[in-house]
Every structure is written in structure tokens, then in C-alpha cells.
């Protein structure tokens, strides 16, 4: 009896273990070093289209930013891609975007690094993936 209760809760759960990192788009998620702000890719490998949305440090809600790119190194694509605002209100966006055919192939989240600058002025921030690879 306990064997089958646990089975059928480990069912029940292994979707959202699976889940358990993924980001409010459904993508992987990357953090700065403090875990102050998090960055989700989402990729649609069918038209190579590549989405970034910056969260804040729970990794739930979008925060805008002025900045109008973000840098991103890509394991075998040279130089680095600069994704570009998307829906900019106030001079500020929260979603950056950018096709490229890498993004149409498998890509591991530690194929990915990020430099996001996260205040006008200041330095860009690396951001790695949340999670090792899957």
C-alpha cells in the first residue's frame, strides 16, 4: 500500500519537479551573481527567434530596463549577439529579441552567458544559468 501511495505521488510530482526551474514563459532561467534580478531565454526553434525577459529576484515578474541591448555569448557563434528592446514603453523595456539560426539547434543553458547592464552607467552583470544542465 505505501509503495503504490508513494508511486502515484511521485507521478503527480515529477512533472512539476521537472518544471521546478523553468521560468513564467516556460523558459530557462539565468541569474546575476547576487540573485537580485533573473533573465529567462526563450527560444523557438522552428524561426530561431530568441526572447530574454528580465524578472526580478524571484524570477516571476518582468522589470523594465533603459538599457536598449544585451550582449550574449553563444558557444560557437562569433561575435557576440546583441538582442534589441521590444516593446519599449517610457524608454524602457523588458523583453529584448533577436533570430539567429544557432538558436534553431539544441543549445544547453550553459552554451549561454548573458551581460545585461541592469542601471545606466553602471557595469554590465553577468548572468550564468540558474541550474546546471538537463
Known sequence: MLHTTLSLTLLTLFPLLMQAHDGPHGGELYCDGK?????????????????IY???????????????TISVKVKNVEPALEFKADKTKDGKSSQY???????????????????IVLVEGKPAVVFDPEHDDD
Open 54 to 68: 528580465i524578472l526580478d529576484k524571484k524570477g516571476k515578474n518582468e522589470v523594465p530596463l533603459t538599457t536598449k
Open 97 to 115: 529579441v533577436f533570430t539567429h539560426p544557432r538558436f534553431m539547434s539544441k543549445l544547453k543553458p550553459s552554451d549561454v552567458k548573458m551581460e
Open 35 to 51: 540573485h537580485s534580478h533573473h533573465a529567462e531565454l526563450c527560444v523557438d526553434a522552428k524561426t530561431g527567434k530568441a526572447t
